[in-house]
Nanobody, 114 residues
Framework: QVRLVESGGGLVQPGGSLRLSCAAS????????MSWYRQAPGKERERVAS???????DSVDSVKGRFTISRDNLKDTLYLQMNDLKPEDTAVYYC????????WGQGTQVTVSS
């Protein structure tokens, strides 16, 4: 059974940090492009960062220098280290795998507020 399970979300003050994890099962993570997306209330879901099977990665301008995507293919886990969080980073964060098929996780809530 294919599953993507996100964890690590929560409530954090502005300037704080969180590390999200996405545990994959049922497919070989190493063969997939793995991405983090987010969806804020009333807004469309947007891509945040992607990790490619070549070892390269990229992220959108709004999180560059603050968020880092990484993967551990042996553990079949994707990560998103988020530093210097801002209130505008508040959203539900989703993990996505794209390859032979496409899969989504159920999401984890990140709230940045004082």
């Amino acid at each position: 059974q294919v599953r993507l399970v996100e964890s690590g979300g929560g409530l954090v003050q502005p300037g704080g940090s969180l590390r999200l994890s996405c545990a994959a099962s049922g497919f070989p993570l190493s063969n997939y492009v793995m991405s983090w997306y987010r969806q804020a209330p009333g807004k469309e879901r947007e891509r945040v960062a992607s990790s490619y099977w070549t070892g390269s990665s990229d992220s959108v301008d709004s999180v560059k220098g603050r968020f880092t995507i990484s993967r551990d293919n042996l553990k079949d886990t994707l990560y998103l280290q988020m530093n210097d969080l801002k209130p505008e980073d508040t959203a539900v964060y989703y993990c996505r795998a794209v390859g032979r098929n496409s899969y989504w996780g159920q999401g984890t809530q990140v709230t940045v507020s004082s």
